[in-house]
């Protein structure tokens, strides 16, 4: 379970392997925009190197009081003692990763249709639905819209996080389903001052969806 969320803003690293002293600025300042949650994605890199940017990341986190999700590896969450992961329909399955990690891990389950996200709600801490919007980190997955959004909240009783193409502009199409967590990856690391962009999108949650949800 998540408590006291600092903002609903959940923030996506990049995937793409970036230099480590990079990335590690990268998540100090986004955690000084005041995000509430860091989710740590990797791709093309050793076990070994996840582990010690993990460690690194979580140092970071924890200083901040903000919970650092591991993206699909349940190991390097375990090794690392990382608060929870999350994981996608081809990834470990729920109940088995609720076991490695314990009751006490978060636990969130991509889940963009209603059917996925009752098997998943068992075991999972929340849900993550989209792309809602037309997402670049997705090229291939079509769009869901905030409708789906809003038919797996009403479906199942976890938070659901909207994820996929929200930035400045379409966060404003969210009013209405008020998600309880809101996930952003290149609105923040494709933009010219990540900071600015992540405090300006705190803040628009904050105007947009501010109503209390999912430990905020």
């Known amino acids: ?125 929340y849900i993550s639905c989209g792309p809602v919007f037309a997402s670049p980190t997705k090229p291939d997955k079509p769009p869901v819209g905030p409708a789906a959004v809003q038919q797996v909240q009403n479906a199942v009783s976890l938070p659901v996080c909207a994820i996929g193409g929200i930035n400045e502009e379409t966060i404003y199409q969210l009013a209405e389903v008020n998600p309880a967590l809101v996930a952003v990856a290149s609105a923040i690391n494709d933009a010219p001052h990540p900071g600015r962009a992540a405090r300006q999108l705190v803040e628009l949650c904050e105007e947009v969806i501010p109503h209390i949800g999912f430990g905020v």
């Open 1 to 125: 379970m998540i408590k006291g969320l600092r903002s609903k803003l959940y923030y996506l690293t990049p995937a793409q392997a970036t230099p480590r002293n990079e990335l590690l600025a990268l998540v100090a300042t986004v955690l000084s925009a005041g995000v509430g949650i860091v989710q740590y994605r990797a791709q093309d890199r050793t076990t070994a190197r996840m582990v010690q940017e993990a460690e690194a990341l979580l140092h970071l986190t924890r200083r901040a009081g903000v919970p650092l999700i591991i993206n699909d590896r349940v190991d390097v969450a375990l090794a690392v003692g990382a608060d929870g992961v999350h994981i996608g329909q081809e990834d470990m399955s729920p109940p088995y990763a609720r076991r490695l990690l314990g009751p006490y891990a978060i636990i969130g389950v991509t889940a963009p249709e209603v059917a996925l996200a009752r098997r998943a709600e068992q075991v999972a801490t």
